[in-house]
Structures are given as structure tokens and as C-alpha cells.
């Protein structure tokens, strides 16, 4: 019996090792084990970080391309003043200028214009409308909004509906800017004559031409072929810094003077 044991000892291929860890070892291993544990927690830290500045970067880019493609729809579709005797009611509905506000937080201009915002749920809002592109703050913070009223012909009351969009948030500053061309071709522009439109002539002024304009009266009673809005926001936008400019151009179809590039 006992020859029989010792032959299938002998056949065992190995044995497994009895021997305790001391305790130098089990100190070597949970320091291993920390140290792994160190450098896969701040990998991970890293990883979670870029996550969220690339989450932050695609959502402020989104909210950048939204008011492009809001004021796309605009601008673009601001009404010019009307020029026959037959269009002098619609005429009535002209407004494009740039006003300052008076609130001492806010300091900043606005644009009031015309617009056509086509067919809306709504009767009042629909076709013509009037527009305000301005800075107001809101629980400390200021933000870009576009109110929009019904022309004033068609209000019935002192206290006209209004509806109120905001456009973007987190803005500082906001300026315009207003470009208007000459004619192709020439030096200084021709007006034509003989126009009869429900303003005063006598307090119409021809806006410079060829250079870029702050600001734009209603007297100038024209549209320009370019309106530039600049921003500063408090946050940072993808690559673009905090506290640094960020600039949209709209072109104007409806001005008389559109722009036209020769090739």
C-alpha cells in the first residue's frame, strides 16, 4: 500500500506550495496595488475633464451656429421702405435704426427693424412684424433676446402682445455695424429722384458711403447691405477665449443698394 502511494506521488506533474505570504510581501503588494490604483484614478480624472471640455465646447458651438441660423432667417428678410403712393400704408411700417438704452446696467444699443416672419400660429405675428435685437439681464446675467411686436398700424391697444426669444446667453457686450455701398461703378451714389415716400424730405440724410457705420438713424430712411452684430460672452466658446469678439455678418436683399461683387 504503501509502495502504491509513492508511485503516484512520483506521477504528479507538480504540488502545490503551502508556504504562507510574510509580511513584507503583502506590504510590497498593496503598494503595487496603489500605485496602479493612483495612475488608473488619474487617468480616468484626465479622461472625464477632456469629456467634459469637449461636452462644453460642441454645446457652445451648437448655441453659436442656433443665433446664425436664427438671425439667418432674419435679417435677411428685413423690409425696405416702401417707394409708391400705392404701397403708403405698408410704407408707415418702416423702422430700421439703432437706439441706445437708457438702463444704466445694460449700456448697450439695440436694433429695432421690420421683418417678414411669414405665416404664425398666430394672426398678429404674422407677415409684417417689428423686431428688437437687444442686451437684457436676467437673473444677473445678460443675454441676447429678439422681442417682436406686431406693426404698429395693426396694434389695438396701448399695450401691443409681444413674444420674446433668447437668442444666446452669457453675453457682456454687443455692438452693430452697418455697411452701405456705393453703386457699381461709380465713385459716390445717384438717388433717383422724384420718390414719394410718407417721410419728410427735408430730414432724410444719405448715409456715407463705402465705410462702416456705428450707428443708423431713421433718417437715413434706407437699409444697408450689411449688418455686422459683434459680441463678447463670459464664457468660453470652443477655441474661442473668453472676453473676445465673436462677429456675424448678415447681407440685406431688400436694400437698395445691395451689395454686388464684380468678377
Same mark, same amino acid.
Not at 19 to 36: F, K, Y
Not at 100 to 107: A, S, T
Not at 231 to 248: C, D, N, Q, Y
Given at each position: 500500500? =504503501?509502495?502504491?502511494?509513492?508511485?503516484?506521488?512520483?506521477? &504528479?506533474? #507538480?504540488?502545490?506550495?503551502? !508556504?504562507?505570504?510574510?509580511?513584507?510581501?503583502?506590504?510590497?503588494?498593496?503598494?503595487?496595488?496603489?500605485?496602479?490604483?493612483?495612475?488608473?484614478?488619474?487617468?480616468?480624472?484626465?479622461?472625464?475633464?477632456?469629456?467634459?471640455?469637449?461636452?462644453?465646447?460642441?454645446?457652445?458651438?451648437?448655441? %453659436?451656429?442656433?443665433?446664425?441660423? &436664427?438671425?439667418?432667417?432674419?435679417?435677411? &428678410?428685413?423690409? $425696405?421702405?416702401?417707394?409708391?403712393?400705392?404701397?403708403?400704408?405698408?410704407? +408707415? +411700417? /418702416? @423702422?430700421?435704426?439703432?437706439?441706445?438704452?437708457?438702463?444704466?446696467?445694460?449700456?448697450?444699443?439695440?436694433?429695432?427693424?421690420?421683418?417678414?416672419?411669414?405665416?404664425?400660429?398666430?394672426? $398678429?405675428?404674422?407677415?409684417?412684424? %417689428?423686431?428688437?435685437?437687444?442686451? *437684457?439681464?436676467?437673473?444677473?446675467?445678460?443675454?441676447?433676446?429678439?422681442?417682436? #411686436?406686431?406693426?404698429?398700424?395693426? #396694434?389695438?391697444?396701448?399695450?401691443?402682445?409681444?413674444?420674446?426669444?433668447?437668442?444666446?446667453?452669457?453675453?457682456?457686450? %454687443?455692438?452693430?455695424? /452697418? @455697411? @452701405?455701398?456705393?453703386?457699381p461703378g461709380q465713385g459716390?451714389?445717384?438717388?433717383?429722384?422724384?420718390?414719394?415716400?410718407? @417721410?419728410?424730405?427735408?430730414?432724410?440724410?444719405?448715409? *456715407?458711403?463705402?465705410?462702416?457705420?456705428?450707428?443708423? =438713424?431713421?433718417?437715413?430712411?434706407?437699409?444697408? $447691405?450689411?449688418?455686422?452684430? !459683434?459680441?463678447?460672452?463670459?464664457?468660453?466658446?470652443?477655441? =474661442?477665449?473668453?472676453?473676445?469678439?465673436? *462677429? /456675424? $455678418?448678415?447681407?440685406?436683399p431688400n436694400a437698395k443698394?445691395?451689395?454686388?461683387?464684380?468678377?
Amino acid at each position: 500500500m =504503501i509502495s502504491l502511494k509513492r508511485k503516484m506521488n512520483k506521477l &504528479r506533474p #507538480w504540488r502545490v506550495s503551502r !508556504r504562507p505570504m510574510t509580511l513584507i510581501e503583502v506590504l510590497i503588494a498593496m503598494g503595487l496595488m496603489s500605485i496602479l490604483m493612483t495612475a488608473l484614478m488619474g487617468f480616468y480624472a484626465q479622461m472625464e475633464y477632456v469629456h467634459a471640455q469637449v461636452d462644453r465646447a460642441r454645446e457652445e458651438g451648437f448655441e %453659436l451656429r442656433y443665433i446664425q441660423a &436664427r438671425l439667418s432667417h432674419v435679417l435677411p &428678410r428685413i423690409i $425696405a421702405v416702401e417707394t409708391s403712393n400705392k404701397e403708403k400704408e405698408k410704407a +408707415d +411700417d /418702416f @423702422f430700421f435704426f439703432t437706439s441706445q438704452d437708457e438702463n444704466d446696467r445694460l449700456r448697450s444699443p439695440s436694433l429695432v427693424f421690420t421683418y417678414d416672419n411669414g405665416v404664425d400660429l398666430d394672426p $398678429a405675428f404674422s407677415n409684417r412684424v %417689428l423686431g428688437r435685437l437687444f442686451l *437684457e439681464q436676467e437673473d444677473g446675467k445678460k443675454q441676447l433676446s429678439l422681442a417682436t #411686436w406686431p406693426v404698429p398700424r395693426c #396694434w389695438r391697444s396701448i399695450d401691443p402682445p409681444m413674444k420674446k426669444e433668447v437668442l444666446l446667453e452669457n453675453v457682456t457686450d %454687443l455692438e452693430f455695424s /452697418f @455697411f @452701405f455701398p456705393s453703386p457699381p461703378g461709380q465713385g459716390m451714389a445717384v438717388r433717383a429722384r422724384g420718390i414719394t415716400t410718407p @417721410f419728410d424730405k427735408e430730414s432724410k440724410v444719405d448715409p *456715407e458711403e463705402n465705410i462702416w457705420h456705428d450707428q443708423w =438713424i431713421m433718417n437715413y430712411q434706407d437699409l444697408p $447691405a450689411i449688418v455686422k452684430l !459683434r459680441l463678447k460672452r463670459s464664457v468660453p466658446t470652443g477655441l =474661442i477665449p473668453a472676453s473676445e469678439w465673436v *462677429e /456675424f $455678418a448678415f447681407p440685406i436683399p431688400n436694400a437698395k443698394k445691395p451689395l454686388v461683387v464684380l468678377k
